[in-house]
């Protein structure tokens, strides 16, 4: 089992910057994917950006330009760098990767953070 750990959501103001980070853990996985998607208040969640191992990384039309997502190999973690935050980003932040195991495939999920944007 894939267990994943995030943390560096919070508060901040219109125009302000936070960065969320995940770590993922566990025994004999590799990864594939690790994204991060985001689901506000009576929305459904949609992905925010994703990095594929050995391509280019992937990012929502709404965020392209202020967000950018990074991925440390050796550690096993995302990074989300954001940037010139506004109102519309507030959300629930969720980590996602996705890889393969000894048994198979699998995707997990990680417990969520909350982004608020307000001043």
């Known amino acids: 089992q894939v267990q994943l750990v995030e943390s560096g959501g919070g508060l901040v103001q219109p125009g302000g910057s936070l960065r969320l980070s995940c770590a993922a853990s566990g025994i004999g996985f590799t990864i594939h994917v690790m994204g991060w998607h985001r689901q506000a208040p009576g929305k459904e969640r949609e992905l925010v950006a994703a990095v594929t191992t050995g391509n280019s990384p992937d990012y929502a039309d709404s965020v392209k330009g202020r967000f950018t997502i990074s991925r440390d190999y050796a550690k096993n973690t995302v990074y989300l760098e954001m940037n010139s935050l506004n109102v519309e980003d507030t959300a629930v932040y969720y980590c996602?990767?996705?890889?393969?195991?000894?048994?198979?495939?699998?995707?997990?999920w990680g417990q969520g953070t909350q982004v608020t944007v307000s001043s």
């Open positions: 996602n990767v996705r890889g393969d195991t000894e048994t198979g495939r699998y995707a997990s």
